[in-house]
């Protein structure tokens, strides 16, 4: 839509739609949103109705339209459309940029908002909002005084067709019919102009002209038609129209402002009419019709104080108001402001902040990761430079874990060991993302975050072999981790301290979301080897540990009647070995079950092609938690009697033994907690 050209049928229609789609996606009931929201929402609402009295309008006088062959859609009221757009002002960017903002700041598709997102809603985009609201109800207020002008003037155009054809007709008889002569109503001008303005009040109206006076206003010619009655209309709609009197309560004088908007509004229209630039319009324009309207309606204003409706404050409130109030012009839109790729959006969670390798000279880098939902994330890296403040560098990248493959550099088989890499790419291996971090902590909480599993220990330099057998499908050499399903809690919030300046935190952090009980890494000194056999004959032992911190049960989820807790059933505990088969990348996805029979299930998952060239397929967010539908695809291995581990000392092994039973033992004592609530609450409800 060009409002240099003017609107047409379409570009209402489509504006509407628009509004009502808004209405319809944006604004749901799931939101829960909070007064203000609302209010946005109802706003938007009245301008799709006013937007659809339009169209109507237009519909209505089309069909009472006169039918001739030499016509067609392009040049349907033209004259009337063509001013339409100045008059009006271009509704559809207004709600275009409503549109963005409210996608851009409200979750719309990815379930139920909480008091404190609705709070962080508005904290976060308040100016863009109430500014939005401004121009909605602007172009409400505009679209509704147009609204009978515009009617008039496409019956009138329907008229000078139908006498243009009359005449037509009479030329060809040779009969002249005189044209039908228009009656304006001069009555509301004379009541107008007869009304007193105090020479002071005039005075500080013509001083406040240059204040905020938009650029492409040049009132020292003439006054421009369309920057004129949009302060006409913007300060009428401001005036006594909002004032509701109660004679019987003695609440029949207006606010001062408001009777001072009143009085401003007959000092601009005075001066728009006095105008050239008005005057060219000509009497049967849109816009002279428009003016008649606005006559009758300030008339109307003034009449409830000729019949003791209303009374006016005394002239002395009206001299002491502050210059500001006596202001003409109406603001130019500001734009929506930017997001800053480093603000927390609603609905947003901040799980992990990291201080990234300095890459050269005096650059430092962090980290941040947002969570959005269970599988989409938000990952912005900023750079600073220590010798000049000034320097600033923003990246910001959406990761969706459904289709983004999560590439453990750091664990290739027969690697450096200091390398600390993890790729992210596309589920085509492309575009592929290097994040250089540094330190093992920082490798395990950045996974953690991607893939809801906490590593609770992790070891390298070791061997593994699947019933004994030497075929190169079954055995290898590489590292491993035990993971528990828990994934990243939203971080604290953190104040007075900035990004790149608390490295020590940032580390701190990272290593208590790993939890309590995390082993990193194990190194040894020692190539004393020893055995560890996992047999499916043979339930894995345990032993009584002490109970290790980081057990839980719930989970805080939302609700349309607020937040709360969920319990959920413990996962089991699962072992990744990160190795090679075959000459390609491989993973051993090893769950361990509650059965004596059947204790552990082991899924091979293997790289599309050899060494580097299936890097970009060795993809680890496969066994990710939410599961990836891929993940039913991976391949169990058949006819499984047992597994060997081959550790580098016997303090490998016990120190593996022991890690994992305890492991099992957190995940016993979650059980037995789930297992203990659900009999309690059984009892509650049967008692």
């Not at 939902?373 to 959406?398: A, I, Q």
């Amino acid at each position: 839509m060009s409002v240099g050209f003017g609107f047409s049928l379409g570009d209402i229609i489509t504006a509407g739609k628009l509004a009502r789609d808004i209405c319809e996606n944006c604004f749901t009931e799931a939101q829960a949103a909070d007064v203000k929201y609302l209010r946005f929402r109802q706003d938007i609402s009245s301008l799709s109705e006013r937007l659809k009295q339009l169209e109507d309008i237009l519909n209505n006088a089309g069909n009472q339209r006169s039918r001739r062959p030499w016509h067609t859609d392009a040049d349907h009221f033209g004259e009337a459309l063509q001013v339409l757009p100045e008059v009006t002002g271009d509704f559809h960017k207004t709600l275009k940029d409503c549109e963005r903002l409210l996608r851009d700041h409200a979750r719309l598709q990815y379930g139920k908002s909480s008091v404190a997102s609705n709070f962080a809603w508005w904290t976060s985009t308040e100016r863009d909002v109430n500014n939005l609201r401004d121009r909605v109800n602007f172009h409400i207020t505009k679209v509704s005084f147009i609204a009978k002008p515009f009617e008039i003037q496409l019956l009138l155009e329907i008229r000078r067709e139908l006498q243009s054809l009359r005449s037509d007709v009479a030329e060809l008889r040779g009969l002249l019919t005189k044209g039908i002569p228009q009656t304006i109503d001069t009555s509301n001008d004379i009541y107008l102009q007869a009304i007193h303005l105090q020479g002071e009040v005039a005075a500080r109206f013509t001083a406040a002209l240059d204040c905020k006076r938009p650029s492409t206003v040049d009132i020292t010619n003439d006054w421009p038609v369309k920057e004129g009655f949009n302060a006409l209309v913007f300060h009428f709609a401001k005036s006594t129209v909002e004032f509701n009197s109660y004679q019987r309560l003695g609440q029949n004088i207006p606010d001062a402002r408001q009777y001072l908007n009143l009085l401003k509004s007959v000092w601009i229209m005075r001066q728009l009419k006095a105008s050239s630039s008005f005057q060219s319009t000509g009497h049967g324009s849109l816009w002279a019709d428009y003016m008649r309207e606005l006559e009758a309606d300030i008339k109307g204003q003034f009449r409830r104080f000729d019949n003791e409706q209303l009374v006016p404050p005394p002239d002395d409130v009206i001299f002491q108001l502050p210059d500001e109030y006596f202001s003409i012009w109406v603001d130019e839109e500001p734009p929506l402001r930017s997001l800053d790729i480093m603000e927390q959006r609603p609905l947003e969670e901040k799980i992990l902040e990291l201080s990234l390798p300095h890459s050269y000279g005096s650059r430092q880098s962090s980290l941040t990761v947002f969570r959005k939902s269970e599988s989409e994330f938000r990952l912005v890296k900023t750079t600073k430079l220590t010798d000049n403040p000034l320097y600033h560098s923003e990246e910001g990248s959406n990761v969706h874990m459904h289709s983004t493959r999560l590439v453990p550099a750091y664990a290739i088989p027969g690697g450096s060991s200091t390398t600390n890499n993890i790729a992210l790419c596309n589920d085509r291996g492309q575009h592929e993302e290097w994040l250089s971090l540094k330190t093992p902590e920082d490798v395990a909480a950045l996974q953690r975050a991607l893939t809801g599993y906490r590593i609770h220990h992790s070891m390298s330099d070791f061997s593994w072999c699947i019933n004994g057998s030497r075929e190169p499908e079954d055995w290898g050499y590489g590292s491993l981790q035990l993971w528990q399903l828990k994934p990243l809690p939203t971080m604290p919030p953190q104040t007075g301290v900035g990004t790149l300046d608390r490295r020590e935190s940032i580390i701190t952090t990272a290593s208590t979301m790993l939890g309590d009980t995390a082993t990193v890494t194990s190194k040894t000194s020692t190539n004393t080897r020893s055995h560890s056999r996992f047999s499916t004959s043979t339930a894995i032992s345990t032993s009584n540990t002490t109970i290790m911190s980081g057990s839980s049960i719930t989970a805080t989820v939302n609700g349309p009647r607020g937040d709360g807790i969920e319990l959920v059933r413990p996962e089991v505990p699962v072992l990744i070995i990160f190795t090679k088969c075959t000459g390609r990348y491989a993973f051993l996805h090893i769950k361990f079950l509650e059965s004596s029979k059947k204790p552990f299930v082991v899924q091979r998952y293997c790289a599309d092609h050899e060494d580097e060239q299936g890097l970009f397929s060795w993809d680890l967010a496969t066994f990710r938690y939410p599961r990836r539908p891929e993940f039913k695809q991976i391949k169990t291995v058949e006819k499984m009697k047992y597994l060997d581990l081959e550790f580098s000392t016997v303090t490998a092994k016990d120190e593996f033994i022991k890690e994992l039973a305890e492991l099992e033992n957190v995940r016993t004592v979650d059980h037995n907690k789930f297992e203990l609530y659900l009999r309690d609450r059984k009892k509650r409800a049967m008692s």
